[in-house]
Each structure stands twice: as C-alpha cells, then as structure tokens.
C-alpha cells in the first residue's frame, strides 16, 4: 500500500518546528506527505529540495478553489516544481452549498481547472466533507455533482470518515467511485456518542478494511489525517503508522 500523511494534522507543530517535525515524521515510517499549504517559510525549490533531504515524498496537496481560480496556472507550475502529482480542491465555502445549482455550477468550474491539470500531467480531485453527502433539495449534493464533473478531468479523494459521519457507508461509496477514486484519506471514529476523531484501530471504523477496499479500488495512495487528537498530534499519527506497519506489513 502507499501510505502518505496529510499534514494539516500536525499543523501546529510544524509551525513551530518544519524540518525537526518532518523528520520525526520520517523516522516513524511516513515516506510521502499530502500538503495543505505548508511550506515552513521555504520557496519552491528549497521546499523540494529540504523534502527530498528528509526524505518525504509530497505525492499531493490540498489548494483553497479561490487560489485555483485565481492562480491556476502558478499553482500547476508550483506543485510540477515539487514532483506533485495530485492537486486536491479540499472544502467549499458555505455559499456554495445553498442549492444543488450551486453546487454544479462549482462541478462545472473544477472540470475547467481539472482539464488545465491534466494537460500537464497532473491528477485533479476533490475532496468530501460530510455535507455532500447530507440531503438537499431530495438529493445528495455528491450525487448531483459527480453528475457533472467529468471523470477524466475530476477525479475523487474519498475521506471516509465524513463519509460515515454522514450516515453514509465508505465501502458502498470505493465501490462507486471505482474508476474516479484517485485518493482515499483514511481516518477513525471514536466509539463514543461525540464521534470524535481517533487513531487508526482505535476507533469503531473497520479500517483494516477499508484499506484493503481502497487498494482494491485503485486509488493511487491512502492518506493518513486527523483533523484534531485529544493526545498529542505527533503521538496520534505514530500509533496510526503503527497500527499500519503491525496490520500489514
């Protein structure tokens, strides 16, 4: 399996510390990372340059849609600099949520920005919270919106904790999305009434399964993230990578 850490989980910690952080992310076994917009105060080469000497692999990264629509072209020049192959629309402001004319109007525009990215080579998907996948107007927003988007211009980062968080079920949706899922972000679910965010293998989601669903789905790399520990994050994303390294390696 290719296993990559998104990196807004340690957010904080890398702010106060890029390189120390990276290279306890490194030395717990991570070999690729997903950016959301970290970049430690670095330019693009010297960015490239320091992952490479930690030895991280940045296989993708998350970019707001406004610095797409603002910026495209400097955003695919940038991630082509780092060896980024996957550009992922990560979230949709509120305003783009009121109706499901909202939400293909928004389909249509990151089929524009996927085309853009598959020109140079790169994999353009979009990332699910839960409230796609919650009714709208008698219809699942996701539904309506992978209507629209074309597979071979928009691909799918499935994260399926929010996909259970909306009452949905994460191996029906692999099974859908079996040739559009690009990404799967893995996440687990405390047992408990809040549902909080857990380590992998701590939580209620049958994750062992759900990693084996994604590889068998085709997606290209499975990405560790919690969005929020009640331990220390460095702490969280270890037990993850060792839940990963005692369950199948």
């Not at 990151?110 to 853009?116: D, Q, V």
């Not at 380590?199 to 990405?223: F, R, Y």
């Not at 331990?231 to 005692?246: F, G, H, T």
Request: glycine share 8%.
């Amino acid at each position: 399996m290719k296993i990559a850490l998104q990196l807004y989980t340690l957010r904080n910690e890398l702010e106060e510390d890029f390189i120390g952080t990276l290279q306890q992310v490194r030395t717990m076994g991570y070999k690729a990372v997903e950016l959301a917009g970290q970049s430690g105060g670095f330019g693009t080469e010297e960015l490239a340059g320091t992952m490479k000497n930690i030895g991280l692999q940045i296989v993708s990264s998350h970019v707001p849609l406004e610095q797409l629509q603002d910026d495209l072209d400097g955003v695919i020049q940038k991630h082509l600099a780092l060896g980024c192959r996957h550009i992922v629309c990560p979230y949709l402001d509120e305003e783009k949520r009121l109706s499901l004319k909202a939400y293909k109007q928004t389909a249509k525009e990151l089929n524009r920005i996927g085309k853009a990215c598959r020109k140079e080579g790169i994999t353009f998907s979009y990332h699910n919270h839960d409230f796609e996948l919650l009714p709208l107007e008698g219809r699942l927003p996701f539904e309506v919106m992978l209507e629209e988007m074309k597979p071979e211009h928009v691909q799918v980062e499935l994260d399926t904790y929010w996909v259970q968080k909306a009452g949905e079920d994460p191996f029906a949706w692999m099974e859908q999305l079996r040739d559009r899922l690009s990404l799967v972000h893995i996440k687990d679910m405390t047992a408990d009434g809040e549902e909080f965010f857990a380590e992998l293998g701590e939580g209620k989601m049958d994750i062992e399964e759900i990693m084996k669903k994604a590889e068998e789905s085709g997606a290209s790399w499975q990405v560790v993230e919690q969005d929020a520990s009640r331990r220390n994050p460095l702490e969280s994303v270890r037990i993850s990578m060792d839940y990963i390294q005692n369950t199948f390696v």
